[in-house]
């Protein structure tokens, strides 16, 4: 594949791959026509024939990774099968040809799927009502303070200012506390990897406005005291935000509305299986308990006398937080998958995810162990600690793993954890399937006490080795370089 020529290189001269038209403007009367500083000069294109063609974009487009291609496990991320019949409903025409300003009499059926989806959101979750506006996980996040902030005014409280944030949370929510104009102190995980409640107890005071507390952490661990943290807070006059993006744990089994949280954010784009990755469209859609609901988003899509409204008059609503009805398609989707599942099939979803990570954590601990020894809900952190003597790294196993054909878990997440691997199988994988990579990983650890070297330089099979990940993101070159400049420049 390495070897693979690019187009370009590809390229012969007088080779023909179509027969466009004879353009019908005459070439003296262009200038005239478009004006003389548009004129282009003839570009360099590569002379290829279709097949060549074909065969260059079929081959770029083989070497991306996804879950239609193999195992997934990237912690956090869920990163589970989406079935193929919620495609199907969501390019139905009548939903995808809809226009965002056709009237509201003409969108009745759209206005259903959401206002059906705000209520199966509020029930799956245990709290009186939902947005699906938010167009990401973050920006619900971000939309829970700024409701929580309206509370606190509303009640002559404005002057909290600090929101408490786990130290084992995901980088959005100390980010969303930020952009929300919060000062962000952190609380610890104790022995149990649960939050530390005297620490969480030091941290209580009148100017502390919220607590934002993943459930199951971001450990992959249920808070057993979360009924007691909660309580602690609302005594001390804050409010309590559960991340719920890892709500594959729970879905149908248990509600963080009955936990006592106050508002939570869900990811339809991990939970309800819409694709993500990529930076795609997404929903990070919201549900709150009803002394949060005067501020939620305009407009509200509400039912009035069997007809689908949108309620824009709502005086204290903290605004917009998307054009008109977020990324409406995510709703479908996750519409289609709630349906299909039904009330029986969704606790399966729950239970199946936490039993694949409970294998894989049970097969993989003696070579990783467990960052806390505790049973695990839909994904485990485990260490690579031990292969450490042998001059081996989480990133190395990582890398070695692509050569196995599969994608790694997530690396050194949560921060406090040295050396961390999280595995999040996914209800949607075969025990064979997990099988194949804990067999992997197991085979990975004897190749680091046998030739680490191996691992070092891995991955084998890719086109392109290890790259400077924050560079190559951040400084991404599209052009186009011949197959020997690169290979001149060592970056193949
Ligand atoms: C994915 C994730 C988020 C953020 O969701 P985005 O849609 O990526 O903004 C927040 N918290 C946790 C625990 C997550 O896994």
Redesign the pocket.
Known sequence: MADFPLIFERSRKGRIGCMPPQCDVPVSDMAELIGNGLVREPAELPEVGELEVVRHFTNLSHRNYGIDTGFYPLG??TMKYNPRVNEAVASNPSFALTHPLQPVEAVQGNLQVIYDLQSWMAEITGFDTATMQPP????G?LLCLLLIRAFHRSRGEGHRDIVLVPDSA?G??PASAARAGYRVQSVKTNSRGGTDIDDLKQHLGPNVAAMML?NPS?LGLFEDNIIEICQLIHNAGAQVFC?G??MNAMVGVTRPGDHGFDCMHL?L??TFSTPHGGGGP?C?CIAVKSHLEPYLPVPVVANRDGQYILDDNRPESVGRVHSFYGNFMMNVRAWAYVRSYGKEGLPEIAKHAVLNANYAQARLKEEYPQAFDRTCMHECVLTAKPLKRYGVRALDVSKRLIDYGFHPPTNYFPLIVPEALMIEPTETETKEMIDAFCDAMLEIAEESKEDPSILHNAPHTTPVGRLDEAFAAKTLDVNWSSYEDLKKADVL
Do not use: I, L, W, Y
């Open positions: 956090s991320c990401a996980g973050a920006s996040e995901h959005t929510n993943t971001t991340d993006a890892n990811n784009h991990k997404g990070g």
